[in-house]
C-alpha cells in the first residue's frame, strides 16, 4: 500500500488495506498447500519447510496488512469514520463497513 497517494479518501484506502489483506491471506494459504507438498525430505539433505513455517510466515504478511487497517481507523477522525461508513452503505458483510462500524461503536460514536 506504499504507492498509494494520500488524497485518496478513508473509505478507498480502507478497501485497498482490506483487499491486500484478503489476497495476501489467499496467496499463503496457496502457499501453504504448494510448500509442503513440494519440499518433502530428502534423506541427508536437511529438513522441508514445514507447514507451521508456512503458516507462520502467512500470519505476519497477514498481520502487516491488518496493521495498516488499525492505523487508518486509529487516525481517523469521528467525521471520517462516520463520512466513510456513508460512503460504504453500511452493508452487513462488507469488509470495510464492518470495519467502520467497529471502530464508531469502539468511540462510542452515534450514527
Same mark, same amino acid.
Do not use: C, W
Given at each position: 500500500?506504499?504507492?498509494?497517494?494520500?488524497?485518496?479518501?478513508?473509505?478507498?484506502?480502507?478497501?485497498?488495506?482490506?483487499? #491486500?489483506?484478503?489476497?495476501?491471506?489467499?496467496?499463503?494459504?496457496?502457499?501453504?498447500?504448494?510448500?509442503?507438498?513440494?519440499?518433502?525430505?530428502?534423506?541427508?539433505?536437511?529438513?522441508?519447510?514445514?507447514?507451521?513455517?508456512?503458516?507462520?510466515?502467512?500470519?505476519?504478511?497477514?498481520?502487516?496488512?491488518?496493521?495498516?487497517?488499525?492505523?487508518?481507523? #486509529?487516525?481517523?477522525?469521528? #467525521?471520517?469514520?462516520?463520512?466513510?461508513?456513508?460512503?460504504?452503505?453500511?452493508?452487513?458483510?462488507?469488509?470495510?463497513?464492518?470495519?467502520?462500524?467497529? #471502530?464508531?461503536?469502539?468511540?462510542?460514536?452515534?450514527?
Amino acid at each position: 500500500m506504499e504507492n498509494v497517494a494520500p488524497s485518496l479518501d478513508l473509505f478507498t484506502l480502507l478497501d485497498i488495506a482490506l483487499q #491486500e489483506r484478503n489476497e495476501a491471506a489467499d496467496a499463503f494459504d496457496v502457499f501453504k498447500q504448494d510448500a509442503v507438498m513440494a519440499h518433502a525430505p530428502v534423506p541427508g539433505i536437511g529438513t522441508a519447510i514445514t507447514s507451521d513455517d508456512a503458516a507462520e510466515a502467512a500470519a505476519q504478511e497477514v498481520d502487516g496488512f491488518s496493521a495498516q487497517v488499525r492505523v487508518l481507523l #486509529e487516525g481517523a477522525s469521528d #467525521e471520517e469514520l462516520t463520512n466513510a461508513y456513508q460512503q460504504s452503505g453500511g452493508e452487513v458483510g462488507h469488509p470495510v463497513a464492518e470495519a467502520l462500524l467497529g #471502530e464508531i461503536k469502539r468511540r462510542g460514536l452515534g450514527l
